[in-house]
């Protein structure tokens, strides 16, 4: 798998709009991008630090995945995402090695990216993401 930068670290928070004053006025971070994600459940928002993003996750309903994670563990770091060159060959060759997937084709995500979950019970404890910017397709 060609990994070329970590797209970005998703963190789960019960309001997005309660964690906004902390990311911009003591990070001094900018919020770029705010958008629900309608089959994942969730909202999102994204700061961007230099090629790395920021996703903040906020349930919208209490089937969502995020508000489970939260009932369990707790707001905080959910996932890290790795952009590679294609999901579906990034897939593949996991799939080869017998990693557990949670994906087992790309997804669309939140800000027009394909994506796909690996199981964090085959990644050492983290959810991954692996995911591909269309706009960067060959």
Known sequence: MNINYIEHIGIAVKSIDECLPYYENVLGLKCYSVEVVEDQKVKTAFFKIGQTKIELLEPTCPESTIAAFIEKRGEGIHHIAYCVDSVEEALGEVTEKGV?????????????????????????????????????QK
């Open 100 to 136: 557990r997937t949670i994906d087992k084709e790309p997804r669309h995500g939140a800000e027009g990216l394909n994506i796909a979950f690996l199981h964090p019970k085959a990644t050492c404890s983290v959810l991954t993401e692996i995911c591909e910017d269309p706009k960067r």
